[in-house]
């Protein structure tokens, strides 16, 4: 098991396209529910105990190998919007070229072949850590940090916000997204049937405002 692999996975210059997503925090800016530090604590809080949590349950279920194609159904279902399944698939295409291009193998060929449009970015996450020689709760710490990670970084873009306050988040959120890493690999082992399915309806109404803007500066 090669420990550095969670550090490609998670650096921000992995060339996945996380970097062009602000994880739903460029529409609450503009809605005035994210001004300062404080209330970006708060949203990525929010965050990670609700999406993040049902992303690194599936991260953590396909590093140990569950099923895809059932996978790909169970995301589906724990994601209402449109516009996030085709935002989810988008980045799923993206991880997995350059998880191909880093840790090439059978795994991987086959789940490009099996999702020829892209299936959910946390499944092609969990895939690409088992080729890299990691686990599953690997995945789920990988996948509980970019849930908070791209809307701390983005918001310091939108608000012209003190990087050092963004990363001071990051911090003091670290025990609360081990203790997520751990519910989301316990679920995973437990089966697809226990996998966490938390939900955050205002992301989801958010996102589909936010894909109706004729500008913005993010994808999503």
């Known amino acids: 098991m090669s420990r550095a692999a969670v550090l490609v996975l998670c ?17 609450a800016v503009k809605a005035g529910r994210v001004r300062n530090a404080d209330d970006l604590a708060r949203f990525c809080r929010g965050r990670l105990h609700t999406t993040g949590l049902t992303s690194a349950g599936l991260a953590a279920a396909a590093a140990l190998g569950h099923d895809p ?53 946390p499944i092609v996450l969990g895939t690409t850590a088992r080729a890299a020689g990691l686990g599953p709760v690997d995945a789920a710490h990988c996948a509980a940090y970019e849930a908070v990670g791209g809307p701390a970084t983005a918001a310091v873009r939108l608000l012209s916000l003190d990087p050092f306050e963004a990363t001071a988040v990051l911090a003091r959120l670290a025990p609360e997204m081990d203790a997520v890493a751990a519910r989301a690999d316990e679920a995973a082992r437990e089966g697809v049937e226990s996998l966490p399915a938390a939900s955050a309806p205002l992301l989801d109404i958010s996102a589909e405002q936010h894909a109706a803007w004729p500008v913005r500066l993010f994808a999503s």
Do not use: C
Request: a positive charge.
């Open 11 to 27: 650096d921000g210059r992995f060339p996945a396209g996380g970097h062009a997503h602000s994880g739903g925090v460029e529409a």
């Open 69 to 121: 194609v059932s996978l790909d159904a169970v995301a589906d279902a724990r994601t209402p919007s449109p516009a996030l399944r085709a935002t989810a698939r988008k980045l799923g295409r993206q991880l997995l070229r350059a998880a191909r291009a880093a840790w090439p193998g059978a795994e991987l060929d086959a789940l490009a072949a099996a999702f020829p449009r892209g299936t959910h970015q």
